[in-house]
């Protein structure tokens, strides 16, 4: 069974980074069948797609995060990493990594989501 | 970018009764729209993909339609458990795209 969870620091100071680890167990980010993507949601709000990474190391991202956001792989550990660069109160959000399909038929597209971790940003 | 608009921002009902939350692409993403339930303190949980596909585990009472610029999401009879926010996604293009969501909420 596909788990992924999300790790790292719960507050971050205005105008930091924000880093966080999506830790994958039970399948490969290596596999060419599904991209590994993070999603935020502000307190109360929706849901927010931030950018996603696929096997060969391609990246996608929200063009309205586009100039603040990495995202990138470790294959070794089977995981993947989010930073969000100078972030501000609008960046407080419960962030999740999940995994989504990078086929034309895989059964489901955002079929697998960690549980979450809130983020908040504050001095 | 392709914005969906999911309507009514609010649906409310009593148990036993039918639900259709609507989801409209401001321009076609032909089948590739999924649909996702979310309670409060949990992640989302895939209901719909590709349209009409029910995902792994979800009741037969839950359904998807559509095509192109509109799609539906119908629960024939809404259960208890069914009470919760409903946001609609896209695959067909980047950036992916979320509704603004439906909260289902009993009446």
């Known amino acids: 069974q596909l788990q992924l969870r999300e790790s790292g620091p719960r507050l971050v100071k205005p105008s930091e980074t924000l880093s966080l680890t999506c830790d994958v167990s039970g399948g490969s980010i290596s596999s060419t069948d599904y991209y590994w993507g993070w999603i935020r949601q502000p307190p109360r709000k929706g849901l927010e797609w931030i950018g996603s990474?696929?096997?060969?190391?391609?990246?996608y991202y929200n063009p309205s995060l586009r100039s603040r956001v990495t995202i990138s792989p470790d294959t070794s550990k089977n995981q993947f990493s989010l930073k969000l660069t100078s972030v501000t109160a609008a960046d407080t959000a419960v962030y999740y990594c999940?995994?989504?399909?990078?086929?034309?038929?895989?059964?489901?597209?955002?079929?697998?989501w960690g549980q979450g971790t809130l983020v908040t940003v504050s001095s | 970018e392709i914005v969906l608009t999911q309507s009514p921002a609010t649906l409310s009902l009593s148990p036993g009764e039918r639900a259709t939350l609507s989801c409209r692409a401001s321009?076609?993403?032909?089948?590739?729209v999924a649909w996702y339930q979310q309670k409060p303190g949990q992640a989302p949980r895939p209901v719909i993909f590709d349209g009409s596909y029910r995902a792994t585990g979800i009741p037969a009472r839950f359904s998807g339609s559509g095509s192109g610029t509109d799609f539906a999401l119908s629960i024939s009879s809404v259960e208890p458990e069914d009470f919760a926010v409903y946001y609609c996604?896209?695959?067909?293009?980047?950036?992916?795209?979320f509704g603004q969501g439906t909260k289902l909420e009993i009446k």
């Open positions: 321009q076609s993403v032909s089948i590739h």
């Open positions: 999940a995994r989504h399909c990078a086929r034309a038929y895989c059964g489901g597209d955002f079929d697998y």
């Open positions: 990474i696929y096997y060969n190391g391609n990246t």
């Open positions: 996604q896209q695959r067909s293009s980047w950036p992916r795209t």
